[in-house]
Structure formats: structure tokens, C-alpha cells
């Protein structure tokens, strides 16, 4: 230590200071200065504290601009050095000017600075704090120097070692600082800071003021209890306690919380305080959560468990007769149809499943009240007959003289429509590519769905779309989207919220599994959704009340005369049902290649080989026919294009009957010479 001062001080320097003899040792060279700190150290405190405010009195008097105006420079008033110092030793402002409303003993709650910028955090300090602060430094100033006169180089280790220890404090403060602000700066943005613009001019803080105040944890929304914390003025006497809470609310997206205002003693805050949350599962395997499931209503069955474990049911009835499932890819759409449809059926409904995908709902395959289309020409048929069904309840509906909720419709009709952003859009171009030019442009599968969309509860036909983001092209137009009053959004994106819930404030977005926000008109309900595997949804389907076989595609409603009826009643067929028929049409059923043949729709291939081949047996032709229809099929002719399939049977392809009777019409004859040529 002492070598290092001989070499930082300059020779003229040293040979200056007494005792130093002009040697240039360097214990001559500090002999001098610990003559001058021994002398210090034993004088008197009362010596100490004159020499300690001489020294302090040369600084200010040689430092720049103390005490002026900074902004005029005027001139230093009298006694100048005497204020500073007064400053200094009682933890005033250094400049004389109050930042901060803060008190000898009680800390600041406001800011007063006359530009309306935020006060920082020695600012806020209490007075007593700050004087105490100042006076500790120097007197930890004052031990560094007397213990440096007594061993120089004890204390000079001593330093670098605390020196060292401080450096690697703040350094692992620093870092745990901006790891956080790195891992929390997309909460901090789109949560506190919008919270916080709504708040400070409420609890009159500073719009640049810190942050702190709000003690909002990233992961809030999984909080249960105290999930959040507002530091509130001490000067606040609760006006204005309920504009507080529903902006708190609003902001971000609160269900179900309770406040509490804490304003009595130093400390003044609000806390929300979080009711418990939906159950992290809700299985139908739990005995308490089926008998749930028992108990629901008809017309309303349970969708899941929300806040404090109240059960959320959509009643199709008397709130909402569709309903609109989006979320993105593994939010659990296919779960939650599951989960409400099973319960449909087993109180009696029918369903039809309107899925491209062809394997979404493999459960309900084998239900009797079930008709499941697969292929885009069934999904076409499938949507113009029900739109006919739709048609044919709303005649009866209109002729019922008693409540329209009493009229004998039939069996509830679940129409689930699978993947509609895709499947739409192939129903259009679907329909450029089969209609003729007397057909009107607008698909009539289309038109269908939109007339059942705005068909009244009445009907007790029920659209239940999925839509991996449902918008208003891809949901058949925007008129089609405003009947769907009640939808179930899970792993939602920014945008999908704004377009489908935009009156309603968005709560923060959760990975976690079968969480789902129900929103009914503009109330969100936080739902942990009823999950049940595919054997207990069959199972629960074909359980309860049994409903007549869903009619398939092919079969078109035909409907009856009125005119003879009594008035509130509809008239029954030989079968004693009050409801209507429905007909088959020879032309709309299903055939495989092989049937066609056999059974005579394609008579005339069947006239043309035996005209070709006289001496073939009936099975030669037979199947000399069905290889050149199979060979017609693979080459698939722009000017007579083959049928495209309705069906399957196992690995065989239906086609309509009435298709293939248009091929055939429609299909290049063979030339006599090419006859005779063969």
C-alpha cells in the first residue's frame, strides 16, 4: 500500500511533505501524512467535527454553481455555504426545493415536483431517514481514514476484499434484476403498465411514476387467495373505492374477486383476493361429477366446472340455440362436443355429424341416432336435408296453437359441424363445379345451414360449430356468426378474441389443459370442461332415453297437407306419429359399382357388351362391364367426369344412383366399326 502511494504521488510532492527529509524511502514518504491523520484521530470529537466541516465548507466553496439557481444562474444569496451545509446535515433537498411530500418521519405520497415528473426513491424517504443516511456515510468515511492511519495495510486488504464482496453483490443483483425485466417485460407490458394508465390519475400519482406500486405476479390468473397487491397514497381516504375496483376488474379481465381496502395505520393498500378457481380436472369418471351430469336439465347439459366449482350449462332453450366451439389446434374441440353431445343423446336427441376430417368422433359411429357424413357430396346432401327438416318443424310449429316450446317437432337435431373454416369453402367451389346453368350461384348446402342459423329455438334444431378461427367468411358470413350468442374460446389468439368477444375484456391466456372461456352474450365464465373418454361417451349416449334413427342424407322430408287439421293439433300418419315422413327417392340411394351393374342402373353398358361379345356368359359380361367402368373412373374424362363417391362400404366406393344413371346418359358412345373391330 504504501509502495503504491509513493509511485501515485509526484516527487515534488513528496519532498514537500514535512517529515519526508527529501529522501524519496518510501517510509519517510508516508511519515509525513500519518503525523498529520495521527494528529486527527486524537484530537478531541468536538476537533473532529469543526475539521470535518472546514473540509466540507471548502468543497461546496470550490464546487460549481452550489446553491444558484440552476436555471437563471443567478446570483448565491448571503450565507450560502451555512444553508448547504444545513441541508446536508438535516436531509433537505440540496437545492432547498421539496420533491416529495414527505414528512421528518412519514414517507412521501405524492410528488410535488413543479415540472410533474416523478419523484425518485430517496426523494420518497422520510426526512429523519435521509439525515441518518448522510451522517452514516460520513462516519463510515471517517473509520476508513482512522483505521488507515493505525495499519495501512490491513485496512487496504480489508477494503478490497469487502470492495470485492460488493462488486459481486451488485452484480448478482443486477443480473436477477434484468433476467426478470427480460422474462417479464411482455406481462409488465401488456398488463401493469394499461393498468397503470387507467389508475394514476385516480390515485393522482405521476404518469412516469414507478411501477412498484402494483405488485401484479405474471402468473395472477392461476392465483387462488391474494393474487394481487396496490400500494395506495397515504393521503387516500376511499373515495372512489368502486371506480378502482372495476377498473382493476376490467383490466385484467378478473372473474369472481372480492377487495379489501387496508386504511387505517402507516401502510395503505388493496388487495384482490381470488375465489377458488375451476378444478384443475373435471372427470366424468368422478362419482360426484356424474351425478352432476344426472342431474342436468334436458336442454341444458353441463359443460364444465367454473370458479368456487358452480356447474356452466348453456340451456338451448331459453338462451342460446347454437353454439360456436374456437380454438386453436389441441384446445380440446373435439372434447368438448364430446362431452355435450353424449349428453344429448342420451336424453333422447338425434345428431348429425358434419365432419371432412372423418375421424373426429369415432365414438359415435355405431349409435343408432347418430348419421355421420364424411365425404364433401354427403355433407352437401346432408345440409339440404336437414334445411328441408328445418322447413317441414317450422310448418308444424306455425300450425301448434299452444307454447312453441310444446310443438311436436320430434326428437331435439344436433347438426355438429366440424371444421368449418375448411369445410365451407370446399362446399362452395364444391357447387361451381356440379351445378348447371339454371342452378342458382349461391351453394344451396350453404343456404341451408344459414336458414337453420335463423330458425328459432322452436325448431329444436341446434347448429354446434367448430372453427379453428371463426371467421365471418368461414362461418357462412357475418349474419350467420351473430346468431352463434354463446361461444366456448380456448387457447385463443389476440385476435381471435377481438373478433369473436370484442365487448368483453380478454382474460390472460392459459396453456392449460381443457380450460376453456364460455361466453354467454357478453359474461365470461372461466370452465374446466367435462372431460369423458369415447367409451364413456357411447356408453352415457346409448344409455338413456332411446331416439328414433337420425334420417340419412338421402332421404328428403316430404311434406303433408294441412288443410284438414283441427286447430292445435298436427296430423298423424297410419303410424299414429305426430310428425311428418320422411320418403326415399330411388335416385339418391347408394350403390357400389358391382350393384349398379347387377341391379340395372347401368342397363345400357350392360346392352352394349352383350352386343359386343354375343357369345359371353352373363358373368363374363358382368364383368367385362365393371372393369370397363372401373377404367372410366381412373380415366375420369373432363367432358363427362365420373361421380364423384357418397359413401363407403369398407373399402368399396357408393355412388348415387341418379349420378350414375347421368354418366351413362352422358358417356361417348362406341362406333359401330370400333364395335365390330372388338
Not at 389441441?330 to 344429448?344: D, H
Not at 322430408?557 to 305426430?578: C, F, I, L, T, W
Request: charged content about 25%.
Amino acid at each position: 500500500m504504501e509502495v503504491w502511494a509513493m509511485n501515485m504521488i509526484p516527487a515534488a510532492v513528496l519532498a514537500a511533505l514535512p517529515g519526508s527529509g527529501g529522501t524519496g524511502a518510501p517510509g519517510d514518504v508516508l511519515e509525513g501524512p500519518r503525523r498529520i491523520l495521527s494528529a486527527v484521530t486524537s484530537a478531541p470529537p468536538v476537533a473532529l467535527a469543526a475539521l470535518a466541516g472546514v473540509g466540507l465548507l471548502l468543497m461546496l466553496l470550490t464546487s460549481k454553481n452550489s446553491g444558484a439557481d440552476v436555471t437563471t444562474r443567478t446570483a448565491r444569496p448571503r450565507w450560502w455555504p451555512f444553508r448547504l451545509l444545513w441541508r446536508f446535515a438535516t436531509g433537505a433537498p440540496m437545492d432547498g426545493r421539496p420533491r416529495t411530500d414527505a414528512t421528518w418521519t412519514h414517507n412521501a405520497t405524492r410528488s410535488v415536483r413543479e415540472d410533474s415528473r416523478a419523484a425518485t426513491r430517496w426523494d420518497h424517504l422520510p426526512r429523519g431517514t435521509r439525515m441518518a443516511i448522510r451522517w452514516a456515510f460520513l462516519a463510515v468515511l471517517f473509520v476508513i481514514l482512522y483505521a488507515y492511519t493505525q495499519d495501512a495495510n490491513t485496512t487496504g486488504n480489508a477494503l478490497a476484499t469487502l470492495g470485492t464482496m460488493a462488486a459481486c453483490a451488485v452484480g448478482l443483483w443486477l443480473g436477477y434484476v434484468l433476467t426478470d425485466r427480460a422474462v417479464t417485460w411482455r406481462h409488465r407490458r401488456n398488463w401493469v403498465w394499461p393498468l397503470h394508465l387507467a389508475l394514476y390519475a385516480r390515485l393522482q400519482l405521476p404518469r412516469d411514476a414507478s411501477l412498484r406500486y402494483l405488485k401484479v405476479p405474471p402468473h395472477f390468473t392461476e392465483i387462488t387467495g391474494d393474487m394481487l397487491r396496490v400500494e395506495l397514497p397515504a393521503d387516500f381516504t376511499g373515495e372512489g373505492k368502486q371506480d378502482i375496483t372495476n377498473i382493476i376488474t376490467t383490466k385484467l379481465a378478473l372473474q369472481d374477486v372480492s377487495f379489501s381496502f387496508k386504511l387505517d395505520g402507516r401502510n395503505h393498500y388493496l388487495v384482490a383476493r381470488q375465489t377458488p378457481r375451476p378444478p384443475a380436472k373435471v372427470l366424468f369418471a368422478d362419482p360426484a361429477v356424474r351425478a352432476r351430469v344426472e342431474s342436468a336439465p334436458e336442454s341444458a347439459p353441463m359443460i364444465g366446472l367454473s370458479h368456487q366449482d358452480r356447474a356452466v350449462s348453456i340451456d338451448l332453450d331459453t338462451e342460446s340455440p347454437h353454439i360456436l366451439v374456437n380454438a386453436g389446434t389441441g384446445g380440446g374441440k373435439s372434447v368438448t362436443l364430446r362431452a355435450i353431445v353424449s349428453q344429448f343423446l342420451h336424453n333422447g336427441a338425434q345428431a348429425t355429424f358434419l365432419d371432412r376430417k372423418r375421424h373426429s368422433h369415432k365414438w359415435a359411429y355405431d349409435i343408432p341416432a347418430v348419421h355421420y357424413c364424411k365425404l364433401l357430396p354427403e355433407i352437401h346432401d346432408a345440409l339440404i336435408a336437414l334445411g328441408e327438416e328445418g322447413e317441414r318443424r317450422n310448418l308444424i310449429v306455425d300450425e301448434w296453437r299452444g307454447d312453441d316450446r310444446d310443438a311436436p317437432v320430434g326428437p331435439r337435431h344436433l347438426i355438429v359441424f366440424e371444421e368449418a373454416n375448411a369445410t365451407i369453402g370446399k362446399l362452395r367451389r364444391y357447387w361451381t363445379q356440379i351445378r348447371t346453368k339454371n342452378d342458382p350461384k349461391e351453394s344451396p348446402a350453404i343456404e341451408a345451414l344459414g336458414d337453420l342459423m335463423f330458425m328459432g329455438r322452436a325448431v329444436k334444431m341446434h347448429v354446434l360449430m367448430v372453427a379453428q378461427y371463426g371467421t365471418a367468411n368461414s362461418l357462412g358470413g357475418p349474419e350467420m356468426r351473430e346468431n352463434f350468442t354463446t361461444r366456448i374460446l380456448a387457447r385463443y389468439s389476440a385476435n381471435a378474441w377481438r373478433m369473436l368477444a370484442s365487448d368483453v375484456p380478454m382474460p390472460k391466456r392459459t396453456r392449460h389443459t381443457g380450460r376453456a372461456q364460455v361466453i354467454l352474450g357478453d359474461t365470461p365464465y372461466e370452465t374446466q370442461v367435462l372431460f369423458m373418454t369415447e367409451k364413456e361417451a357411447y356408453e352415457w349416449a346409448m344409455s338413456g332415453a332411446p331416439a328414433p334413427a337420425a334420417f340419412p342424407a338421402s332421404h328428403v322430408p316430404a311434406p303433408r297437407p294441412h288443410q284438414d287439421n283441427k286447430p292445435g293439433m298436427v296430423p298423424e300418419g297410419s303410424d299414429g306419429q305426430p310428425y311428418l315422413r320422411v320418403v326415399r327417392d330411388p335416385d339418391d340411394e347408394l350403390v357400389g359399382i358391382v350393384e349398379a351393374v347387377r341391379s340395372g342402373v347401368l342397363m345400357d353398358l350392360v346392352r352394349e357388351a352383350n352386343e359386343r361379345w354375343p357369345n359371353a356368359s352373363a358373368d363374363e359380361l358382368e364383368k367385362k362391364v365393371v372393369e370397363n367402368v372401373r377404367a372410366a373412373r381412373k380415366a375420369d374424362r373432363p367432358s363427362n367426369p365420373f361421380p364423384e363417391p357418397r359413401g363407403n362400404r369398407g373399402q368399396e366406393f357408393l355412388y348415387r344412383v341418379g349420378d350414375l344413371k347421368n354418366w351413362q346418359a352422358n358417356r361417348p358412345k362406341a362406333t359401330k366399326s370400333k364395335a365390330a373391330n372388338e
